[in-house]
T-cell receptor, first 115, second 111 residues
Framework: DTGVSQDPRHKITKRGQNVTFRCDPI?????LYWYRQTLGQGPEFLTY????????KSRLLSDRFSAERPKGSFSTLEIQRTEQGDSAMYLC?????????????FGPGTRLTVL | KQEVTQIPAALSVPEGENLVLNCSFT??????LQWFRQDPGKGLTSLLL?????REQTSGRLNASLDKSSGRSTLYIAASQPGDSATYLC??????????FGDGTTLTVKP
């Protein structure tokens, strides 16, 4: 088991461009979460999936953001028309079921810089 | 809305010292609470998970306690080492494993 992986690790883009990030969770983990973290702050919840179903989206996830998990395995997070305020670390985590005893396992993150 | 506060924001100690990191949260209706470690520019590593029905958990030199009714948790690190230097994040979790994070305590352990 290689843990949660994220790709790319770093992305620099110009304002107005679209970007897409990928997350591969630990195999057989049903729950997948996306968080956003800015410098000096803790991660903020964006959205989560139970298998392929997206069950909740934070108010932070504007209509420029879309996330998918098409076959209940990997997930993608797309940001359209990026803005400088989107610059942050985007973290993905997975857990077996999301129950009381389930630890969340985090990936290394994708650092986005919008110029 | 859950609010999580971690005190102190930064802490510097000499090697070998025992220390306590504090976390408080406003909504006691939690399923569990996790403590994570984050190294600069990296993802998060889970250290300990305490279920809402538990009072504490231990792993090696780490001990975490939970007082759900008062909305408090502490992380105790014994005999600190330079390798413990990192940011420590507290995250009370609600249903479906969704967690709210504090802004962390940045620990520096000096050799």
């Amino acid at each position: 088991d290689t843990g949660v992986s994220q790709d790319p690790r770093h992305k620099i883009t110009k304002r107005g461009q679209n970007v897409t990030f990928r997350c591969d969770p630990i195999s057989e983990h049903n729950r997948l979460y996306w968080y956003r973290q800015t410098l000096g702050q803790g991660p903020e919840f964006l959205t989560y999936f139970q298998n392929e179903a997206q069950l909740e989206k934070s108010r932070l996830l504007s209509d420029r953001f879309s996330a998918e998990r098409p076959k209940g395995s990997f997930s993608t997070l797309e940001i359209q028309r990026t803005e400088q305020g989107d610059s942050a670390m985007y973290l993905c985590a997975s857990s077996p079921l999301g129950g009381h005893t389930d630890t969340q396992y985090f990936g290394p993150g994708t650092r986005l810089t919008v110029l | 809305k859950q609010e999580v506060t971690q005190i102190p924001a930064a802490l510097s100690v000499p090697e070998g010292e025992n220390l306590v990191l504090n976390c408080s949260f406003t909504d006691s209706a939690i399923y569990n609470l996790q403590w994570f470690r984050q190294d600069p520019g990296k993802g998060l590593t889970s250290l300990l998970l305490i279920q809402s029905s538990q009072r504490e958990q231990t792993s090696g030199r780490l001990n975490a306690s939970l007082d759900k009714s008062s909305g408090r948790s502490t992380l105790y690190i014994a005999a600190s080492q330079p390798g413990d230097s990192a940011t420590y994040l507290c995250a009370p979790g609600r249903e479906a494993g969704k967690s709210t994070f504090g802004d962390g305590t940045t620990l520096t352990v000096k050799p």
